[in-house]
């Protein structure tokens, strides 16, 4: 199924969580949830304040060595026919305050989060994972329809 740029764009800025897939460098697959915004066509995630070991991630090495990864979104109900998916290839990389979509993404996250008006945005250098996809992968049990079902109810509330 094949989802136009708006309906992505849509859905990214909903869903309040994503699942980032990076390859290790010994070629394992990496998963983890991730919190995000979007600006335009790209995707931010920060290196938040929630508790770490250390903002030194290994997904920030892993994203050096190899940028192509995964971003997944799924919505799952009890009741099947509102199930859907969108997985995004993506080339990752990390920044800093220096981009030029810095500022925009921050107050994104800060709009689209308001844990972050108590938990600090950045742990240690403010450093973020940058995503541009280049190809979007889904499925829906009832199609685009679904899709913006799922939309208008998550509008609703």
Known sequence: MNLSDSLVHQ?????PVARFAVTRSD???EAMPIVFSRVGNQIFSPIDGK???TADLERLRHVGKT???TL???SYQKDWSKLWWLRLDVRAGVCTSSHG?????VDRLREKYPQYRS???FKGTPTMIVMNWNRAHSWAFNGIDGIRSWLSD???Q
């Open 101 to 105: 979509d810095w500022c925009e993404a």
């Open 72 to 74: 997944l979104l799924d």
């Open 11 to 15: 859905l990214l800025d909903k869903m």
């Open 27 to 29: 070629g394992r697959a």
């Open 51 to 53: 508790p770490k070991k």
């Open 119 to 121: 938990i600090p945005l």
């Open 67 to 69: 940028p192509e990864s």
């Open 154 to 156: 998550t509008a609703e």
